[in-house]
């Protein structure tokens, strides 16, 4: 009966959770008095959020910021991770190759204009990501003789809808900050443009979880206690219950302070779900933090950039692809992405994690490798 209670209340907890995600920003444009209309819209075409231009002073602070991250990231990842090859190396899969060329394939096609190809053009980016997906985990089955994809394809590839409803989920936070918007699918249906979308969001929590377990193969064989990387967490319910609040109450502002909050769009989320996670008692991906095991948190957050320099540099050149408008510091582009964007990177990789092991039961890259 009290297993029964708990399973109940936890169910209750998350779908307060994601009535929060969700909803929160809505009620922020019922509250304001703006036109619901606009943010509904499909195709999301029309872009009516007029962001703050470049602000050097702004652009300083995140670039420090910045700077102070990404050192930060290197300082552990020595520390987590280890280059050396003195270890097993198993034969590269058949099907590797076979998405290495259709990675390769796919990126010609989608650079170039191809009159022949006219037709197909918009739709190279989820054969770029299926073969990057079938590359990673075949350099992970080099490494460590085993995948993601092979040990457990039921898991793995239920990956695909739920990443779909994952991704759909940013796009509905974008419309409330419109820091990205899709060029080259004006002619798209709102059905078709369903149908392409949610084909290529399919691919990205595969992507990320098959880089995850890629950049694991790396760990190096010690606990990972970085020395000065300790950090002691204690955290009641009662904090974990204020956390979830004034996240929502963030998303809730969304719409009206777009400029101001946007960074939120990566950050609350994050947060909405560990603390649903510690107020229910489960583990987090912070839990290993008392130990100094940065291993959740880099192991994801490099994945993520990983993907992250694909997906930005597969989208340069492409037919149809995304754009970005970001207030203060939209200035020093890195393919189209503005130099200080990447840092979203990071928590959105931690996300990445968290479904990931949420949803499927997937252990947490935090122990060191066999």
Same mark, same amino acid.
């Given at each position: 009966?009290?297993?029964?209670?708990?399973?109940?209340?936890?169910?209750?907890?998350?779908?307060?959770?994601?009535?929060?995600?969700?909803?929160?920003?809505?009620?922020?444009?019922?509250?304001?008095?703006?036109?619901?209309?606009?943010?509904?819209?499909?195709?999301?075409?029309?872009?009516?959020?007029?962001?703050?231009?470049?602000?050097?002073?702004?652009?300083?602070?995140?670039?420090?910021?910045?700077?102070?991250?990404?050192?930060?990231?290197?300082?552990?990842?020595?520390?987590?991770?280890?280059?050396?090859?003195?270890?097993?190396?198993?034969?590269?899969?058949?099907?590797?190759?076979?998405?290495?060329?259709?990675?390769?394939?796919?990126?010609?096609?989608?650079?170039?204009?191809?009159?022949?190809? $006219?037709?197909?053009?918009?739709?190279?980016?989820?054969?770029?990501?299926?073969?990057?997906?079938?590359?990673?985990?075949?350099?992970?089955?080099?490494?460590?003789?085993?995948?993601?994809?092979?040990?457990?394809?039921?898991?793995?590839?239920?990956?695909?809808?739920?990443?779909?409803?994952?991704?759909?989920?940013?796009?509905?936070?974008?419309?409330?900050?419109?820091?990205?918007?899709?060029?080259?699918?004006?002619?798209?249906?709102?059905?078709?443009?369903?149908?392409?979308?949610?084909?290529?969001?399919?691919?990205?929590?595969?992507?990320?979880?098959?880089?995850?377990?890629?950049?694991?193969?790396?760990?190096?064989?010690?606990?990972?206690?970085?020395?000065?990387?300790?950090?002691?967490?204690?955290?009641?319910?009662?904090?974990?219950?204020?956390?979830? $609040?004034?996240?929502?109450?963030?998303?809730?502002?969304?719409?009206? $302070?777009?400029?101001?909050?946007?960074?939120?769009?990566?950050?609350?989320?994050?947060?909405?779900?560990?603390?649903?996670?510690?107020?229910?008692?489960?583990?987090?991906?912070?839990?290993?933090?008392?130990?100094?095991?940065?291993?959740?948190?880099?192991?994801?957050?490099?994945?993520?950039?990983?993907?992250?320099?694909?997906?930005?540099?597969?989208?340069?050149?492409?037919?149809?692809?995304?754009?970005?408008?970001?207030?203060?510091?939209?200035?020093?582009?890195?393919? $189209?992405?503005?130099?200080?964007?990447?840092?979203?990177?990071?928590?959105?990789?931690?996300?990445?994690?968290?479904?990931?092991?949420?949803?499927?039961?997937?252990?947490?890259?935090?122990?060191?490798?066999?």
């Amino acid at each position: 009966m009290t297993q029964h209670a708990g399973e109940n209340s936890f169910f209750a907890l998350y779908v307060f959770t994601i009535a929060a995600l969700v909803g929160a920003p809505l009620v922020g444009v019922l509250m304001s008095g703006q036109p619901v209309g606009r943010y509904l819209d499909f195709p999301p075409l029309t872009r009516y959020v007029q962001h703050a231009p470049f602000n050097l002073v702004i652009f300083s602070a995140g670039a420090l910021f910045f700077q102070l991250i990404m050192t930060g990231i290197i300082v552990l990842s020595d520390c987590a991770l280890s280059l050396k090859r003195d270890r097993k190396q198993w034969p590269f899969p058949w099907w590797g190759w076979g998405g290495i060329m259709l990675s390769v394939c796919a990126w010609v096609l989608a650079w170039n204009r191809f009159p022949w190809f $006219a037709t197909l053009q918009p739709y190279t980016f989820t054969p770029l990501w299926l073969g990057y997906i079938l590359s990673v985990n075949g350099v992970t089955v080099k490494r460590s003789g085993t995948c993601l994809m092979q040990r457990e394809s039921y898991r793995f590839f239920l990956l695909f809808p739920v990443s779909s409803i994952f991704w759909w989920y940013f796009e509905w936070l974008n419309r409330f900050v419109q820091n990205w918007y899709y060029t080259g699918i004006d002619d798209f249906s709102a059905l078709a443009y369903v149908l392409h979308a949610t084909l290529c969001f399919s691919t990205v929590l595969p992507a990320v979880a098959s880089t995850m377990e890629l950049v694991s193969t790396f760990q190096s064989s010690d606990n990972c206690s970085c020395p000065g990387a300790n950090i002691k967490i204690t955290w009641n319910q009662r904090q974990e219950w204020l956390l979830l $609040a004034i996240m929502a109450v963030v998303l809730t502002a969304l719409p009206v $302070a777009p400029d101001q909050l946007f960074p939120f769009v990566w950050i609350a989320p994050l947060i909405i779900i560990v603390s649903m996670q510690g107020i229910a008692g489960r583990q987090t991906i912070f839990s290993l933090f008392a130990q100094g095991n940065w291993r959740p948190i880099i192991i994801p957050a490099l994945a993520a950039l990983i993907c992250g320099f694909f997906w930005e540099m597969w989208n340069w050149k492409s037919l149809a692809h995304w754009e970005y408008s970001i207030p203060y510091v939209d200035r020093y582009h890195v393919f $189209a992405m503005p130099i200080l964007g990447y840092l979203g990177y990071l928590p959105f990789g931690l996300q990445c994690q968290v479904v990931t092991a949420t949803v499927f039961d997937f252990p947490l890259y935090g122990t060191p490798a066999k």
